[in-house]
């Protein structure tokens, strides 16, 4: 089935409670909303915006099953292949899940998962704490900084990059652009959790 905005942030906080789990999937959601309208897939933007949400649905609880635990708990619920595939492609050569992204939606997850990370921790070092005021610069002093996030895999967003079809200076201007979309109402949900 396919499954709404509302029951898809249900089942997200059933298996996510760390506020830091729960911004990162909404960061996500709205790039990945952001994203499907710049690039023509608009009627199809909840879609891509629930991927989103969804993506790292097993992380909190199942780090080491990531990307194919959640399939289990999404087939359990009934979700749609479509929805449980998208999902589990971010995690493609990092996962035992090993989903290729072929789906131009699902390349910009693979792409944008590591690097909103690297951005959200670069915008939290700023006087704003915003991307409102970041520049592809500020990124970019930090990107080459190898200790700097070090979580957040260069190598992954490089080949994300690559699988666009854009340099990886374009995917980090483009992503700036659509965290600074939903930035407000994130931390609204956030200081409301």
């Not at 309208?37 to 879609?47: C, H, I, K, P, Q």
């Not at 700023?126 to 957040?152: I, M, N, T």
Request: aromatic share 8%; proline share 2%; net charge negative.
């Amino acid at each position: 089935m396919a499954i709404t905005r509302e029951a898809a942030w249900k089942l997200l906080t059933d298996y996510n409670k760390e506020q830091f789990h729960l911004r990162h999937a909404l960061t996500v959601e709205g790039i990945m909303r952001y994203f499907a309208n710049e690039l023509g897939y608009g009627a199809e933007a909840d879609y891509w915006a629930n991927v989103g949400l969804l993506h790292d649905l097993d992380f909190e609880m199942y780090p080491t099953e990531h990307c194919v635990k959640s399939q289990e708990i999404m087939r359990e619920h009934g979700l749609d292949e479509d929805i449980i595939r998208s999902t589990a492609s971010h995690g493609y050569g990092l996962t035992k899940a090993n989903i290729e992204p072929t789906h131009q939606m699902e390349k910009v997850l693979f792409a944008i998962d590591e690097l909103s990370g690297l951005i959200g921790a670069v915008a939290i070092m700023r006087p704003s704490k915003s991307v409102q005021d970041l520049e592809l610069k500020s990124v970019k002093k930090k990107y080459k900084d190898k200790k700097f996030a070090a979580g957040c895999s260069r190598d992954v967003i490089n080949l994300g990059a690559e699988r666009l079809g854009w340099t990886t200076d374009e995917l980090i201007e483009k992503t700036i652009l659509a965290m600074r979309v939903d930035e407000e109402a994130i931390n609204e949900t956030c200081n409301n959790l």
